[in-house]
């Protein structure tokens, strides 16, 4: 078994089947984030300082367009419905960035879509959570566990 630090939360590892082998790291460090997939590409989304994005193709780390809507990004969880990514969640705590300008009013509490150009904000969750999963079952995302106003 590989000992890996707790300050290198950059190291990937991945599971074949049947052993943890090491693989290519990221370009940043994306703590207290979630993995994410879109058109069957890995994305490593945000942490807890960067809003970074990066994708793995061909066993290299590429840069994608970074996170708008907030400087830390950190606590969420993602799914892939429809050939699109989402993330949920409370995701920008103290850190949220002026929402205003895009013309609606947002809690952090939020859903966000991309599309693979563009980040979207598609509307606030019914309750409040973050350090949750979400799953898709058939059409339906289903956010479960986690803290938060559930």
Partial sequence: MRKVSIFSSNILSRFD????VSAQSANFEHR????????NTPMAIGGYYT????SLSNGKWNFEHNFPF???LAFFSTVTLNNNLYIFGELFR????NLRSLG???SKDLAVKYDGNNWTIV???AQGRFSHR????GNTIMHIGGQGDM
């Fill in 17 to 20: 089947g049947r052993n943890v």
């Fill in 32 to 39: 207290y984030s979630s993995l994410g997939r879109y058109r």
């Fill in 51 to 54: 809003n970074t994005v990066e």
């Fill in 70 to 72: 907030g400087i830390i």
């Fill in 94 to 97: 103290k850190y949220f960035r």
């Fill in 104 to 106: 609606g009013q947002y």
């Fill in 123 to 125: 509307g606030d969750l």
């Fill in 134 to 137: 979400s799953v898709v079952n």
